[in-house]
Structure formats: structure tokens, C-alpha cells
């Protein structure tokens, strides 16, 4: 995936993260791209605590592709992926991840608030421990400005 590819889709993936603030979720997207690295599959903003845009579009994935055609897919996310998220990635066959701002840049916005308990555990680490890779890229430093906007004042408002 080329630097505009990866910026194009995060920008994207920050749309799909405001509209679910517009539905009162919380300010999280991702996409799956396909191997082409243009077509975006599909799209997902997050729903509640136990269902992360991230899992909700990886446990799609899994039930609507072959496994041999996920492993050349990317998810495209504007925050690393939590423990669980990676793990569901994983399990689906995605392989790579790209996200925008970091888990430490999400725990700064939301400190210790009870919906969003931010877990110190990087996705990369999550991987690591899988016996197949997925490729990580991320955080996008040039985007993570844009990236954490939508949060701005949210977790401050709940």
C-alpha cells in the first residue's frame, strides 16, 4: 500500500468514526481494503464496548471471504487495534493492519473512563505471539492529529 493509499483510507476511516459519534457510539472506524489496495470491501464504526468496529468488520470478513484472499486484505483503523480487536483479526486471516493514532495516544484522551478501559497491550505484541504473521503499520505520525479530532471532548461529554 502506497503512503496516499494508507492516507486516503485512515482519512476514510476517521469519516466512518464521526458517523458513529453521530449515533451517539463511540468515535471508531476501520475498513478492509482489498489486495488492490484501492477497493474498499467493506466499512465499520464501533457499536459498544464488546463490539469494536475492528472485530465486528474482522468477524465479517471471515464469514464472507476465503481465508486465502483475506491474508492479501488490510484493515484500515484510526486506532490500534485493543487486544481483542487483534486477536479477531488474527483469527480471521487478516494480513495487515494499518492504523493511525496509537492505544497511548487513546488512553491520554480518555484516561481511566469505564467505556473505554484502554489495555497496554500493542497489537504488534498480540501478532507476535500468532504462528502466522500479520504485517503492522502504523501509527501514521503525519495523521494522528486528524485522527484523534473526533475524540476531542467526546470522553469528557459521557
Known sequence: MTDEQIARHLRRANDVARRAAGMGRHPFGALLVAPDGETVLAEQGNIDTVNHAESTLARHAAST????????????????????????????????????ASEEALLALTGDHEENPTLSLPCREVFARGQKPVEVIGPVDALVDEMVAPHRGFWTAR
Do not use: H, N, Q, S
Open 65 to 100: 471471504w476465503p481465508g486465502a484472499y483475506l491474508r492479501d486484505c488490510t484493515l484500515v483503523t484510526t486506532f490500534e487495534p485493543c487486544a481483542m480487536c487483534a486477536g479477531t483479526v488474527y483469527w480471521a486471516g487478516i494480513g495487515r493492519v494499518v492504523y493511525g
